[in-house]
């Protein structure tokens, strides 16, 4: 396939998906209505999910070298808007984001407002000025910069951390789909789940990873907004969800009122949690190397910034979704409690709580918020064909996010590791093959991990975001705003932020440490991201200024207008 074929047909194939995808959706809800059962439809669901995506990046494959990595850097900034969107919109997001509002009501909202904060931070910060760096990848950036070996090498520890833990809650968040609709154990299922993020992401490069993620955006939001749409209209008679979900709250405090139950939930409490989640989530978006690596694939510094505002757009459209999806979610569970009591479990619980996703005891129905996204449909009493096509844009969301972690993770110990430091004359189908190995190794590793069931989703992104914000955003803000930062400054202060933070969540989640004032451990950066600030700041100014030329080199990189630059001794890319 020729370079700019793919491009320049995207639209025709855009088109060709959007109404493949209506015609899936139509058939199988025929065969609900013949009556298929719904065992056959849900394995359907998953199988036909993995297989296009699977097909989607056969075709779109490439060799090895520069379209490997970073799509040949020519990506228009609306696809490469939609892609980073359909990336970010993760397990996390589609699955675990209503569901924690639906459980915690206002203090939820930190998601909502730490990931979309985060963006800003993106296009402000950094996304230009780094596509103006002209390296691959951030450890690039952080060896361009900084010099020598040891920040590169910094900057991949942090990377692989923080990649890994994100990568297992998208392993976990297939599991989840796996298990309830093809009817298998969880242990089980996750692996399953794996074989697919595998077979998706092993078959092409960034390029092939891209536009996949633009076709699985469609599947994502479509799925995400259809039972919603549903209940809007069946409850207020109006099919805006994110306007009218107010409704549905007073009918849930109506409802809780006549059962003697607290309405709380809505109320805002532990600021110290919810403003520190906030903090990390935002400095954490702002950090992730695999959602920063999309700025390096397009065409020029101009296009970086215009795709972080498309990026933006099509993520509005789930996040102000989100709470509509946990109030119309919170209205149908209680209004079956109104109805039918909890003697005994809900047929629509049945399922969910072989999962392990649903209890009933002492009259109490207990929901994992995982559960909740998934399974409003069944709870609503929608057709089954409904909460199968949720599933499957559940799927597409962590099939979406775990392909371009682990690239990421890929690319950081390939070409980071093995090109640039133990074979730099290795050929592109040898890097290609260290690459597809390190995913493979790492993969099983995840999945290995979310079949012990360490913590909710949500949780274990969040250490995620800590542990990527604590190790890299001081590095990075500093290397492009403070050109006195020094090497010294930047190694000490990645090793002292990724550290604490990572021995804070190792200590209160795994070893029992009580909490040091009460921040929970999916905020761990609280503590990290000052630790590396106050570090790089410090040893920078004990240390050595770098080069006149480079501190006139980072005062280019920030001119709004001009060409890629390159730092010296870096290959043009």
Known sequence: MLKGDFTQNMGRVFIIYIGGCL???????????????????????????????????????????????DSGRHVPALYNGMATAS??????????MAGAIYAAGYDGLAFVLGWTGGYILVAVLLAPYLRKFGQFTIADFLGARYGGNAARIMGIVVLVSASFAYVVGQIYGTGIIASRYLGIDFSVAVFVGLA?????????????????QVAQYVVVIGAYMLPVVILSTKVTGIPLPQLMYGQALQRVAEIQHQLGLAN?????????????????????????????????????????????A?????????????????????????????????SEMPAWAVEWSRVGMMTLSNGQLHIDPDAIVLATPEIA????????????????????????????????????????????????????????????VAAILAAWVASLRPAGILTIVGWAFSLAASGLFSALVLGIWWKRTTNRGAVCGMAAGWGLCLAYILATQLWGMPPWLGVRSIAAGVFGIPAAFIVTVAVSLVTPAPSAEMQDFIDSIRVPRGVVRLAKGEAAR
């Open 264 to 308: 709380d939930a809505l109320a805002p409490s532990d600021p110290i949690n919810f403003f520190g989640l906030i903090l990390c989530l935002m400095l954490g978006t702002a950090s992730l190397p695999h959602v920063l690596a999309r700025y390096f694939t397009t065409p020029s510094v101009r296009d970086a910034r215009i795709s972080v």
């Open 381 to 440: 009493g929608l057709p089954f064909v409904v909460a199968g096509l949720v599933a499957a844009g559940a799927l597409a969301a962590a099939l979406s996010s775990a392909d371009g972690l682990l690239l990421s993770i890929a690319n950081a110990l390939s070409h980071d590791v093995y090109t640039r430091m133990v074979n730099p004359k290795a050929d592109p189908k040898r890097r290609q093959l260290i690459a597809r190995a390190v995913m493979i």
């Open 87 to 96: 990336d970010w919109m993760s397990a996390a997001s589609f699955i675990g």
């Open 196 to 212: 697919g993020i595998l077979l998706c992401s092993m078959l092409g490069g960034m390029r092939a990873l891209i536009w996949t």
């Open 23 to 69: 015609g899936f959706g139509a058939l199988l809800g025929v065969l609900e209505a013949v009556g298929v059962s719904h065992k056959i439809l849900g394995i359907c669901f998953v199988v036909l999910t993995i297989g296009f995506y699977a097909l989607m990046g056969l075709l779109s494959r490439s060799s090895g070298g520069p379209e490997y990595q």
């Open 310 to 342: 498309w990026s933006l757009l099509f993520i509005l459209v789930l996040y102000l979704t989100a709470p509509a999806y946990a109030a119309f979610a919170k209205l149908e569970v209680t209004q079956q409690v109104l109805t039918h009591g909890l």
